[in-house]
Every structure is written in structure tokens, then in C-alpha cells.
């Protein structure tokens, strides 16, 4: 198994970095690797639950994960498992995300660890997208 961990600082409140990473329509700004939009979902990391989307490139290729909240602890952290679906949508391997909020400088931190990963090369494709996805979240406080 792999795990990947990222920390990226935003201008924000601690209060409003949590709202971009719990409240569902706030999170479909953000959600999904640049050049991917989502059209299903039920995104609501606020509440405990199942949650799911479906992202889709721009060759009409669609990716769909789903899981459960797990915990929720405004404003410092929300948990929830993450599955990819295969062609015939049978969800895949489970891993497991936290994001945590805490308060940094004149600022907020947020520190993404996705843990249970495969192995290396997944734990490198999700570097990949979660990067991807967080500069997407960096340009809404700009």
C-alpha cells in the first residue's frame, strides 16, 4: 500500500477553506483534475454519507468514484472512502481521504493525506490529479 500527502496554504479564514472543502457547490468549483468537469454527483462532505461523481474529460471519457463520509469536524477536518468504478460501474479497490484545515500565518493550511493506495504507480496518478485539482482550488482565492 501507498499514501500520498500534500499541504498547500491558502489567504483564507480557516472557517471559509473548510466551507470550499465541505459544501458541495463550492467543492464542484475545485473538484477534479483541470480540463475535467462534473456533471453528476452528489458532493456533500458536510454531512455523513455516501457521496459520488462522475468527471468527464473533454473526449467524453467519464471516471466515476464513489464512497462515504466517514467524519465530519467543522472546521478542521472531513474523511471519506474513495473507490474508482470500472467500464461496468463495479466500484474498485477502497482507499481513504482526510482533509484537515488549520490555521497558518495570516491564512489557512490544508493538508490532503489519501492513504491505502494500491501501490506506487496509483499513489502517483492520484499525486497527479489531487495536484491538479488544488490549483483549481489555489485560483479561487486570487
Do not use: C
Request: net charge negative.
Amino acid at each position: 500500500m501507498a499514501d500520498l500527502k500534500l499541504e498547500r496554504e491558502f489567504r483564507t479564514s480557516p472557517e471559509n477553506l473548510f466551507a470550499w472543502i465541505s459544501d458541495g457547490e463550492k467543492l464542484l468549483q475545485w473538484w477534479g483534475p483541470e480540463g475535467l468537469h462534473v456533471p453528476e454527483h452528489d458532493l456533500d462532505f458536510s454531512r455523513l454519507g455516501p457521496w459520488y461523481s462522475v468527471m468527464v474529460n473533454e473526449e467524453g471519457q467519464r471516471y466515476k468514484v464513489s464512497g462515504q463520509v466517514t467524519h465530519v469536524d467543522p472546521p478542521k477536518s472531513v474523511g471519506f472512502t474513495w473507490g474508482w468504478h470500472d467500464d461496468q460501474d463495479q466500484r474498485g479497490a477502497e482507499s481513504h481521504v482526510t482533509l484537515t484545515v488549520e490555521p497558518a500565518g495570516e491564512g489557512a493550511r490544508l493538508i490532503l493525506d489519501h492513504r491505502d493506495l494500491g501501490d506506487d504507480e496509483i499513489a502517483a496518478n492520484h499525486n497527479s490529479g489531487w495536484t491538479s485539482s488544488l490549483r483549481k482550488l489555489e485560483a479561487q482565492f486570487q
